[in-house]
């Protein structure tokens, strides 16, 4: 999936790896968010995953002209979730829709663990 976004001086062509990425570290970026990790579909196995792999939290999906995003995250102990998610929500929505101008519709997270 790519990007494309059409001015009066040219188009701008962004990668699916780029919004990943920029989704990621938007999440990381957040209080609360211990890491970002992956659901394996076969055997629903959860994998912690470090800065180098945090596109592998992150799932993305076209819907018409904008951008349903899912994010799988581990929280932090003793924290209240509704709260860190509410901010994660709009960190990413912020950060996606300013840095590559596309349209977030939704951001959906999957809470896959709590660490101390």
Do not use: H
Not at 43 to 66: F, I, K, M, Y
Not at 93 to 113: A, D, F, H, P, Q
């Amino acid at each position: 999936m790519e990007c494309k976004i059409k001015n009066d001086i040219g188009t701008i062509y962004i990668t699916e790896d780029v919004m990943l990425k920029v989704a990621g570290y938007a999440a990381l970026e957040c209080y609360g968010i211990v890491a970002m990790c992956s659901k394996r579909a076969t055997d629903g196995l959860v994998e912690w995953l470090g800065r180098e792999n945090l596109t592998r939290g992150v799932q993305l999906r076209n819907v018409g002209d904008a951008l349903d995003v899912d994010l799988f995250v581990v929280v932090e102990y003793g924290i209240t979730i509704a709260e860190v998610c509410k901010t994660l929500v709009d960190t990413v929505r912020y950060k996606l829709e300013s840095m590559t101008g596309i349209k977030v519709r939704k951001v959906n997270i999957n809470v896959e663990g709590v660490r101390v």
